[in-house]
Each structure stands twice: as C-alpha cells, then as structure tokens.
C-alpha cells in the first residue's frame, strides 16, 4: 500500500506578521523547529512513504529549509502561483497530479500544529476515512465544523468571513465537533478524491476564487462518509496570530 501525504503551505499568513512577512508562516521559528518540519517528523512516523508539500509565498524558501527528503520520507512539490488569487482548495486540487497512484491520503495543512500521537490516531484507525475531530466548544468565528450522523462525518462547515459557522448549520443536533484538518482518505474514498480534485484544477476560471479547501472534501464523503476520531487532548495550535506563535514556542510535545 502506497501512503502518502498533501501538506498545504502556499499562504502568505498576512495576520502573522511581522514574523511573516519575511518568512513562510510554515517556516516561523518555534525555538528550534518549525511547523512544516514538525508535521514531516509526525507523516514519517506514520509511515508516510511520499509527501506532497503545496507552495506559493516564498516557495524557494520552504524548498530550500526541506529539501527533497526528510526523515527518510521523500518530498515533492507543487507549485501555485496563484496563491494569493486563488484560495486553499486551488492549491489542494494541485496535488491531484502527484496522487494518482496513492492507496492512502492525509491531507493537512502547514500551520496546523499537534502532537505525533494525534496523527497516529488517525493514520492506525481502521476506517480508510477518517477525520480528527475535537468535542470541545466551538468557536464559531474560527473552527471548521464536522457534521454528520450515525457516528459519520458527512460535510465540514466553515465560515470564510469568520462570522458564525452556525449560520450556515441547520440543525446543530448534527454537530460531532471541531475538525482539527487532518483527513484520512483511502481505498475507494482516495480514489474518488482524487478524481474531484483532478476536475476542480481543470475547470478553475480566470475569476478569483478564495474558497476554503473543503470543496472536494465534501464532494467526496458524500460518497465515502468519514470516520469521526474523537481526540480528547487540547494540544492542537493554528498558527494565526503572533500568540499563537508564542504558544508553540513554549510547547514541550513540539518535535524539535
């Protein structure tokens, strides 16, 4: 079984600055780490053969800092150069290309920091579709949110605006919790992933499009519903704003 892994890192992370202005948001220091270099030690050490690392701002930097290979795991990169024109769901539609032949697909995103077990829960569970999700309070300005029923995942919600995720909920009754974006597609659900995102980059219009990068997600659980792994620890950091830099910078469980 060929596993393999799509890290999204082509943002500018304007609500970062200073630390981004000259630097990756993926690439800010974290007292002797970063946040890419982190997520690549948790893929390899779940047996992620091959990982796909999506760039646009700074592109040259990320490449140089990784390299063609960490922790044993090769590394292939994707290009947007739309990556302030078209939003996450352009850049993750990229990757189709260089997933065609994977059995098994986690899907993250470069800011997004938890601990090497979190991705273990995932990547072990039996289910070949599996999501990360928080039973916590959700934030409604800031969390993406997993709806479903029958103990499935059957769309994640999101609010662009950073308004209320609710507004867009019609029955809050099927709110499992917080989706910590990290996805786990394999078998046929892999498959029928990868096929959404082949079409979305070959009919991408010369107009803008900012949308999040869940449109092919939930194109494809509808047919391949999700399982929900409930992760009941609260190590979990989005790097967008300078306090969170600073709590990952005092976080022990950061590989560094």
Known sequence: MKKKAVILAAGVGSRLEPYSKNTPKCL?????????????????ECDIEETVI??????????????NSMFGMKLTYVYNKHYSYHGCEYSLAL????????????????????PL???????SNPAENAVAVRAVEINPQRSVVAVGRNNKVEEFVYDREHIDVFRFIKDKNLVIGESMQLWKFGGKGAKKFVELLDQFSSNISEEPDLRNG???????????????????????????????????????????
Request: contains cysteine.
């Open 214 to 256: 869940l449109i092919s997600i939930n194109l494809a659980i509808k047919d391949y519903p999700m399982e929900p792994v409930i992760i009941d620890g609260d190590n979990w950091i989005n790097l967008n704003t300078a306090e969170d830099v600073e709590k990952g910078r005092n976080e022990k469980w950061l590989k560094r």
């Open 117 to 123: 077990e979190y991705y273990k829960a995932i990547t």
């Open 95 to 114: 990757s189709g290309q260089e997933l065609d032949d994977a059995d098994s697909i986690v899907v993250t995103e470069g800011d997004l920091l938890m």
């Open 28 to 44: 800010i220091d974290l007292h002797g780490t970063n946040a890419l270099k982190h997520i690549l030690y948790c893929l390899s």
């Open 54 to 67: 999506v760039v646009g701002y700074k592109a040259e930097q990320i490449q140089e800092a990784m390299g």
